[in-house]
Each structure stands twice: as structure tokens, then as C-alpha cells.
């Protein structure tokens, strides 16, 4: 390793990997964060995985750079239209609870091209003052106090502020909106809902987003905006959202609402979690951050290398619509498929070094937003931004921030989440 002084990279930055025998298909393997040892000797031994699961099905996984790449792009051999997660669901409960993400083109084309604008480059540059001045807020608030937790105080709370103005929504209705967003991502953790998806009876929610009583909540929300913008039109997300598509048809009614729901799910946990990841990585070296603060022109690779190598969307499952060989392995139709995005990022075959956490790395072609393709994340110009920003203005306020106990992991296979971090401020 390089001098403290000099270094913009730390070899091995990950101190603890895991479990090399980890059951991916358990939330319960995750709860003291990614089982990268596991992965690492998927990669090696076995990149094409058959998993099985306690009910006696089972996924393939795909656990290499360049056959997760192959899949995401082959939207006709791979298909979304059967879910995007582990969840097998029927017939019935896929039609109620269908958003774009479980659409593929030109349905999925469709829904995309309603709010497509309002997150393109272009437009999420013009935001950049309300966001630094939101991020400003949002952490002297929180520095305030000499030891806060990060997550609650700061990384919750700035990118669903960020998304309501963008919807519409007011800065009062924040908190109810992460709470929301919580209760779906984090359906699979007991301290986020009181109907976890693996250990309660949730049957009755079973045409419910997530399988989650949050959802009725979401969905009285959402009619409540809508009729406030066909009152009275606005320039938000909302709006765009109830006008009629190209062919001149609008969403329906179970459209628009699990629209608005995947928006809030989607908006503020994972970028949440991303800046969270990459501030732990810098606390634990922070020889990386003394780096990063002496030379300011490494922010837009170190944040592309915070996102690549927290990869807080763990995996994305397809199902196989056809016969199909991936890696060697016999891939039958009707199979689900599942790419592991934490995976991926870190196989040498797709990243020089991928346990060195480098603030200069270029090229950086990670996972983290799926990669270019039609299912390429929404926000993530936004999610960068916002993580870019929050890293700045912190930078303007503090030396740095000291662990003040240890992180809190969420209990879950699909997100990769730190829930809670502790920290103390260093001057």
C-alpha cells in the first residue's frame, strides 16, 4: 500500500468478506453484509450457479461480470415480465402489482418515456443548486451534534427530501415517505415492517407492492395528489405522470399508483445506502479521504467507484424464455435468472483489481445502475448527484467522521443496506 499521505487507492479495503458458504437465497446471509467470499469462490468454481431453495426450488446465479452483462442486455431471451426479484408470484398477483421495472419493451418504453425527462442528465444538472443547497441543510443540521447516526440524520433524509420536490410532495410529508420506503425494501426486516415477507403470514397483502399493508397507505397518497393535479396542474413528476402517454392513452389508475409507489421505494433507499457504503469505506481508510479532500478533481471517479463497490441493488432475477446456454450451463425456459451485481463489480475479469478501492479508477464500467440498456436505473444521475454533493459539502465542514459504533445491516438478499451508522465528528 502507498504512503497515508500519497494514497488515492487501498488494496483489500473490504476487512471482512464473509462467508464462503453463505445461502443466497436467506436474508439471513446478509446481515452482516455481502458474503463476498461466497461470491469470490462462485466466480472461481462454479460462475453459473444452481441455488436451491429451502422449498425446494431454485435460481441460477449469475455471478460473473461479463454473463451478468450478457443477460441484462438480452431482454427477449431474459424477460422482466415474470418479476424482477426472487418472489415467485401467480398470475394474478404479477397483473396487480406490475410497474415498469416487470415490463419489457416497448410496454416498458412506454411508462419510461412519461418522467424520462425529468431524471436525464441535462435536466438533474439544472438541479444541482437545490440539491447542495438541500445538502447543506440537511448536514448542519445534523453537525449540530458531535456523534449523530449518519443514516437516520443525513442519508435517509436528503434523497426523499430531493424526490418530493421533484414530485411535488411537501417537505412535511418526508419522513412518512421514507417510513413508506423503508417498509418496502426493507419488507424482509423486522424493524422496518410488522409483515416480514419470511416470517409472518402476508397472504392477505398478496396483491399488494411487496406484500405490504404500507402499501393501502401509498396508494390513499397517491389518489389524494392525483386529484389535486387534475384540479390544478403542476411542473412535477406527478403531473407528467397522469398524462396521457405517446399513443394518447393515459395510465390507469393501478398504473399511476404503482408508478408512484416504485418512485418512493426506489427514490430514497438506494441512494441512501450508496453514500452510506462509500462514507464507511472512507472512515475505515481515511487515507482515501484525506486523498479525495486534497484533490477535488477525483470526485466523479470516487463516487463511480463508491457505487461500484457497494452495489446496494445486490441482484435483478429474469426468467428464461427459451432454452438457452449461459456460461456452460444449461438454462431450461421458465427458469429464473438471477444477476448478482455485488458479484460482478468485483470479478477480475471485468475490474483490474477489484478489491482495491481506487478514487481514480478509469475505465470503471461497473454494475451498479444495471448497466446501458432499456432497465438502466431512472435516478441514476440523480444518485449521483446527491452522493457527489453530500460528499462535498461534508468535506467543507469536517476533517472527518470517526466510527462511533458499529454499522447495522439490513436484513435482506436484494438490497445491500447499512441501516444504521454511528459516527462522530473530528474537528
Known amino acids: ?56 426450488s431454485g435460481f441460477w446465479s449469475i455471478t460473473g461480470y461479463h454473463d451478468a452483462l450478457a443477460v441484462s442486455r438480452d431482454v427477449e431471451t431474459f424477460t422482466s415480465s415474470q418479476g424482477i426479484r426472487l418472489e415467485e408470484m401467480d398470475a394474478d398477483e404479477l397483473e396487480a402489482r406490475r410497474t415498469m ?69 411537501s417537505d412535511e410529508d418526508g419522513h412518512q415517505l421514507v417510513e413508506w420506503g423503508d417498509a418496502f425494501l426493507g419488507n424482509s426486516d423486522p424493524e422496518f415492517t410488522t409483515h416480514v415477507v419470511d416470517m409472518a403470514d402476508t397472504e392477505e397483502f398478496r396483491l399488494m407492492p411487496f406484500r405490504s399493508p404500507a402499501a393501502a397507505e401509498v396508494f390513499e397518497y397517491a389518489e389524494h395528489q392525483a386529484a389535486e393535479r387534475r384540479a390544478c396542474p403542476r411542473e412535477d413528476v406527478i403531473t407528467q405522470l397522469l398524462a396521457p402517454t405517446r399513443d394518447g392513452e393515459p395510465l390507469t389508475d393501478l398504473e399511476f399508483k404503482n408508478f408512484f409507489l416504485l418512485l418512493i421505494a426506489a427514490g430514497n433507499d438506494t441512494t441512501r445506502y450508496t453514500m452510506t457504503h462509500g462514507l464507511r469505506t472512507m472512515m475505515q481508510h481515511p487515507e482515501l479521504w484525506r486523498a479525495w479532500r486534497a484533490d477535488p478533481s477525483l470526485t466523479e471517479t470516487a463516487v463511480e467507484e463508491v457505487l461500484r463497490t457497494s452495489a446496494v441493488t445486490m441482484h435483478f432475477r429474469r426468467t428464461a424464455t427459451r432454452d438457452v446456454t449461459v456460461g456452460g450451463k444449461r438454462i431450461a425456459a421458465g427458469d429464473r435468472v438471477v444477476m448478482w451485481f455485488c458479484s460482478a463489480n468485483h470479478d477480475d475479469r471485468g475490474f483490474a483489481d477489484p478489491w482495491r478501492f481506487d478514487l481514480a479508477r478509469n475505465p470503471n464500467d461497473h454494475m451498479a445502475f444495471g448497466r446501458n440498456g432499456p432497465h438502466l436505473c431512472l435516478g441514476a444521475w440523480l444518485a449521483r448527484m446527491e452522493a457527489r454533493l453530500v460528499y462535498e459539502e461534508l468535506m467543507k465542514r469536517v476533517d472527518r467522521l470517526e466510527p462511533d459504533g458499529e454499522p447495522r445491516y439490513l436484513r435482506s438478499n436484494f438490497i445491500a443496506g447499512i441501516k444504521h451508522l454511528p459516527v462522530r465528528v473530528v474537528a
Not at 444538472?125 to 447543506?136: F, G, K, P, T, V
Not at 441543510?137 to 424526490?163: G, I, K
Open 101 to 169: 421495472m416487470e415490463l419489457d419493451p416497448p410496454e416498458h418504453t412506454r411508462l419510461r418515456r412519461l418522467v424520462n425527462r425529468g431524471f436525464t442528465r441535462r435536466t438533474v444538472e439544472s438541479y444541482e443548486d437545490a440539491i447542495r443547497a438541500l445538502a447543506a441543510e440537511v448536514l448542519d443540521e445534523a453537525l449540530a451534534a458531535d456523534a449523530f447516526d449518519f443514516v437516520t440524520e443525513v442519508a435517509a433524509r436528503l434523497p426523499m427530501r430531493m424526490l418530493g420536490r421533484l414530485l411535488g410532495t
Open 1 to 56: 500500500m502507498t504512503s497515508p499521505a500519497a494514497a488515492t487507492f487501498v488494496d483489500g479495503y473490504l476487512l471482512d468478506h464473509g462467508d464462503d458458504d453463505a445461502d443466497l437465497a436467506s436474508h439471513d446471509s446478509f446481515t452482516s453484509g455481502v458474503p463476498h467470499a461466497t461470491f469470490t469462490r462462485l466466480r472461481r468454481e462454479d460462475p453459473v450457479h444452481w441455488t436451491p431453495e429451502a422449498d425446494g
